[in-house]
């Protein structure tokens, strides 16, 4: 596992290569360090670094409302910590999760058991009105709104509405003129 440790250095000389992003304040440097370990529990003080970009955040007006903690390399904000634990993840590049099965890591372990399902066949999730069965709750979701006749996107343009975002980016194509595909 990566746990994100500080470092504060003092003057405006270089840091450690290990570092993944840094934040100046008058003459200190705080780095953010990366280093393997094989203990799974993060401690407490691992995001000191974190902690104190929110403070500047909240000093230079940057917090966001209902957000306690923001990321320090691309200051998004999160109202739990152990949200910014998991989303620091997308930045060490580390995928501690793999699939059993075909070897596939995932950052998230909630992903890899929804990818497990592919191997498995599970499907646990079911659509109450046609009995159709999904292994991922939000693709049943998105099946329901057949049946409901939600449409939840709209084009800003002609007010049309789809049922699926991707429909949605596909038909704005008519209104700019844009050709994503091309003949053979």
């Known amino acids: 596992m990566v746990v994100l440790q500080s470092c504060v250095q ?3 000389g270089s840091h450690s290569e290990t570092c993944v992003a840094s ?3 008058d003459s200190e440097v705080i780095c953010i360090k990366v280093e393997d370990v094989t203990d799974m529990k993060m401690e407490e003080d691992t995001l000191q670094v974190a902690e104190y970009q929110t403070a500047l955040n909240e000093q230079e007006g ?3 409302e209902g957000s306690r903690y923001s990321c ?9 910590r152990c949200e910014l634990r998991k989303h620091l993840l997308i930045h060490t590049g580390e995928r501690p999760y793999s699939c059993s099965i075909c070897k596939k890591s995932f950052s998230d372990q909630g992903n ?3 990818h497990q399902r592919i191997h498995s066949g599970e499907r646990p999730y079911s659509c109450d009105v046609c009995k159709k069965s999904f292994s991922d709750r939000g693709n049943m979701k998105r099946h329901e709104r057949i049946h409901s006749g939600e449409r ?5 343009v002609c007010s049309a509405s789809f049922n699926r975002e991707s429909d949605l980016e596909r038909h704005q194509s008519i ?6 595909y091309s003949c053979n």
Do not use: A
């Not at 939840?152 to 800003?156: I, L």
């Open 152 to 156: 939840p996107y709209s084009c800003n």
């Open 62 to 64: 940057l917090q966001f």
């Open 10 to 12: 003092e003057g405006s």
């Open 72 to 80: 320090d390399v691309c200051h998004k904000p999160f109202s739990l």
């Open 175 to 180: 209104h700019t003129g844009e050709r994503p």
């Open 23 to 25: 934040s100046h304040v």
């Open 112 to 114: 890899m058991k929804r």
